[in-house]
Structures are given as structure tokens and as C-alpha cells.
């Protein structure tokens, strides 16, 4: 009989551990959801900062080579034209050149 009892009280005891190991962990409040994105956000400055500086280097050093400025007057000239041909006075071809942004890989967040 004392056997039982063990036998008993031992599987209780696992089946507790069972379903309390079963549970879901409760879902966090939205102000703890803030806190750990605020928290994500703040650890990633430091490398986006770093990220935009690459960038911005690698476009300033694109920019100072002879060949891209002769590339950029090439692209203008042709657009011109193009305008031209398409029956705008010089006039308006020349204001929609110097409206038109220059090809870019990435398009900035205007």
C-alpha cells in the first residue's frame, strides 16, 4: 500500500511538471512589446549609421571619377535632345533637365 502511495504521489508530480511545462507563456503587454522593439531599434543604430556611411563614401568616390561626370553629361545632353525632338521649346527642355534626377541604384526617401 505504501507503494502506491509513492507510485501515486510520483506521478502527480510528473504529470504537473508536464502541463506547466505545456502552457503557453502569456503574451507580452503592448507597452512590453514597445519597450523590446525601442530596445531592437536602438541596438541597430549604431550599425544602419555605419551602413549609410559605406554608402554615401561609396557614392562620393562614383562621383569624383572624370568618366561619371562625363556619363552624367551624356545622360543630360541625350534627354535634351530627346525633349527637343519631341517638340519642347529649349526653354522647357532645359527646365525639365534640370528637374529630372540622375539614375541612381537606390532612390532616396523624398
Same mark, same amino acid.
Given at each position: 500500500? $505504501? /507503494? $502506491?502511495?509513492?507510485?501515486?504521489?510520483?506521478?502527480?508530480?510528473?504529470?504537473?511538471?508536464?502541463?506547466? +511545462?505545456?502552457? *503557453?507563456? @502569456?503574451?507580452?503587454? *503592448?507597452?512590453?512589446? +514597445?519597450?523590446?522593439?525601442?530596445?531592437?531599434?536602438?541596438?541597430?543604430? *549604431?550599425?544602419?549609421? /555605419?551602413?549609410? %556611411?559605406? $554608402?554615401? %563614401?561609396? +557614392?562620393?568616390?562614383?562621383?569624383? /571619377? *572624370?568618366?561619371?561626370? %562625363?556619363?552624367?553629361?551624356?545622360?543630360?545632353?541625350?534627354?535634351?535632345?530627346?525633349? /527637343?525632338?519631341?517638340?519642347?521649346?529649349?526653354?522647357?527642355?532645359? +527646365?525639365?533637365?534640370?528637374?529630372?534626377?540622375? @539614375?541612381?541604384?537606390?532612390?532616396?526617401?523624398?
Amino acid at each position: 500500500m $505504501h /507503494r $502506491h502511495a509513492i507510485v501515486f504521489s510520483a506521478l502527480c508530480t510528473l504529470s504537473s511538471l508536464a502541463f506547466s +511545462q505545456s502552457l *503557453p507563456s @502569456p503574451k507580452p503587454s *503592448p507597452e512590453d512589446m +514597445q519597450k523590446m522593439m525601442d530596445s531592437s531599434m536602438v541596438s541597430m543604430l *549604431p550599425i544602419l549609421g /555605419r551602413m549609410t %556611411e559605406v $554608402h554615401l %563614401e561609396a +557614392q562620393l568616390n562614383v562621383a569624383a /571619377r *572624370p568618366e561619371t561626370a %562625363e556619363r552624367i553629361a551624356t545622360f543630360k545632353k541625350n534627354l535634351f535632345d530627346a525633349l /527637343r525632338r519631341k517638340g519642347f521649346t529649349a526653354e522647357q527642355s532645359l +527646365q525639365m533637365v534640370n528637374l529630372t534626377a540622375l @539614375p541612381a541604384a537606390a532612390q532616396s526617401g523624398k
